[in-house]
Nanobody
Framework: VQLVESGGGSVQAGGSLRLSCAAS??????KAWFRQAPGKEREGVAS??????IYGDSVKGRFTISKDNAKNTLYLQMNNLKPEDTAMYYC????????????????????WGQGTQVTVSS
């Protein structure tokens, strides 16, 4: 499966962006968004597996993960952005069955996009 992210950019604090991840090939059951800032570890942002939705503590109430099955596309709506949200954002997917407590752990995902940069200025 190939994953292609888009929608990144530069915004001021308090602004919004919507990231998209277009998947080609077979439909993947588990999908997620991760981010990585320079010098930091990759961080799980949001994950979707069937009816289960999981968010990282730092984005709860501000970010929303969703999908369009007809377009085989995953989205991340990001509102009230903060400078600390600045990072490269990656879409990831796996057909492995994931228990809820590991849905935001990068090591369980085997397909990754190339990333899209999000920069939030104060």
């Amino acid at each position: 499966v190939q994953l292609v992210e888009s929608g990144g950019g530069s915004v001021q604090a308090g602004g919004s962006l919507r990231l998209s991840c277009a998947a080609s090939g077979v439909t993947i059951y588990n999908k997620a968004w991760f981010r990585q800032a320079p010098g930091k570890e990759r961080e799980g942002v949001a994950s979707m597996s069937g009816s289960r939705l999981i968010y990282g503590d730092s984005v709860k109430g501000r970010f929303t993960i969703s999908k369009d099955n007809a377009k085989n596309t995953l989205y991340l709506q990001m509102n009230n952005l903060k400078p600390e949200d600045t990072a490269m954002y990656y879409c990831a997917a796996t057909d492995n069955g994931l228990q809820t407590y590991i849905m935001l752990e990068a090591r369980w995902y085997d397909s990754w996009g190339q990333g899209t940069q999000v920069t939030v200025s104060s």
